[in-house]
């Protein structure tokens, strides 16, 4: 008989898991078996320029993504894609979601912009999945999408949002 955690996860539209997400990203696109390319959603703040957190342990493993550090002032809101790296025709794409603007209260968190983030990545991913007619995965862990002393995203929220964004895709959420 299951569990009762193992009947509540296959209810849930996206899979869960407890391995280091670096590690699992690298270790789908390494498969020679299957064709998948791999988006990494990372909400970021607009306030802060300085690279923390998933990708400043990144851009340890995929020197490309040091170039986001430097980047022009982004608006809440925007999302911006880099192709991080490739194994086996396999892509690594991050997409920095800039979703918060430091502030002096519980929530930094817009969850609207979130939305238009999240819907930006889902539209990416219909695209790159009709050009190269393969499938495309999400991978994001909890405090990378903004739940965090940081952000103050709530989990119960941000979740109910995976489940309206990210509706019918390959999703894999870290805790």
């Known amino acids: 008989m299951p569990n009762r955690k193992m009947v509540m996860q296959s209810l849930l539209p996206y899979s869960v898991s407890e391995e280091y997400i670096l590690n699992n990203i690298r270790n789908i696109a390494a498969d ?21 957190g ?36 396999n892509n690594i794409y991050f997409c920095k979601m800039f ?15 979130l939305v238009k983030c999240m819907l930006d990545i889902r539209n990416i991913s219909i695209n790159l999945k009709k050009k190269v007619d393969k499938d495309v995965q999400i991978h994001c862990s909890k405090q990378d999408i903004g739940v965090t002393s940081l952000f103050g995203g709530k989990w119960s929220t941000i979740s109910d949002l995976i489940k309206d964004c990210w509706q019918g895709m390959d999703v894999t959420i870290y805790a």
Request: hydrophobic content about 35%; glycine content about 4%; charged content about 25%.
């Open 32 to 52: 020679i078996t299957k064709e998948c390319d791999i988006i990494v959603p990372v909400s970021c703040n607009v306030s802060k320029i300085k690279t923390v």
């Open 99 to 113: 979703t918060a603007k430091y502030q002096r209260h519980r929530r930094n968190i817009n969850y609207a912009h």
């Open 54 to 89: 998933l990708l400043r342990d990144a851009s340890e493993i995929f020197p490309s993504l040091r170039a986001l550090e430097y980047e022009g002032q982004k608006k809440l809101g925007q999302s911006s894609l880099i192709k991080a790296g490739n194994f086996k025709n």
